[in-house]
């Protein structure tokens, strides 16, 4: 006799990039275990693979998680864990670098314990500059987030945080959308990577850091909490940023 199969309720969210409302289940025991198998690794590509396995399944492949943008998939996972797990999230934090002088039993081994909601957490976009930068009065590039697997092409973590300067200008030809002259459009796809790369170098080093500029000004998955002194009660706001702050 089959034994009987456990319903899961579906949810929805909004891809913050975009926009795009995608709607998911909760992950499951079996996708737990991977997850687990891959934290317990301590390696960051093998966690990014973890959430990226966890998303498609859970997404039955609706989302094409290559596509997504590194606080994209960070913000997904984040909300998917809260529908799977639960939705406080109890964390252990070391005592800020910049906050050993509020009391005389103050150390830098303090650690502070709270519960966050993971409904509260969020991604602002609110600050990202326009992807479409004008390199003159006629001619500009229409830019686009990175990918995840463009990322890690580059750096050993999820958002870039370590990629040297030397592979920033890599980066950015892999994230050009279209160039346009006038009314013409160039699409990169149509381009070589050779003439994408004469372009750039043809920039004055003032249109070069606007490009800069939009990527610097990429959101990342971050809250706000009031760290609480152990000893003395005073409270320091402290800024919770990346996935591995949630998580690590």
Known sequence: MALPKVSTPTYELKIPSTGKKVSYRPFLVKEEKTLLTAVESGDSLSMTKAMQDIITSCTEGA????????????????????RSVGESLALRTPRPTNFTDCCKEATEDDI???????????????????????ITDDIGVKLLFPQIETVQKYSSG????DI??????????ECIDYIWDGDEIYKAKDSTKKELNEFL???????FNKIKEFFESMPRLSHDVDWTC??????KT?????????FG
């Open 158 to 161: 999820i958002e870039g945080e």
């Open 112 to 134: 502070c314990e709270f519960n966050i909601d993971i409904n509260d957490v969020s991604v602002d976009t609110s600050k990202v500059k326009s992807p479409e930068i004008p």
């Open 201 to 207: 170098d043809s920039l004055s080093s003032g249109q």
């Open 63 to 82: 989302v094409k998680v290559k596509d997504l943008s590194p606080f994209d998939l960070e913000y997904f996972f984040l909300q998917l864990r809260g």
């Open 238 to 246: 402290l800024t919770l940023t990346g996935i591995d702050a949630f």
């Open 230 to 235: 152990p000893k003395c009660e005073k409270s």
């Open 164 to 173: 040297k300067s030397e592979n920033i200008f890599k980066l950015i030809t």
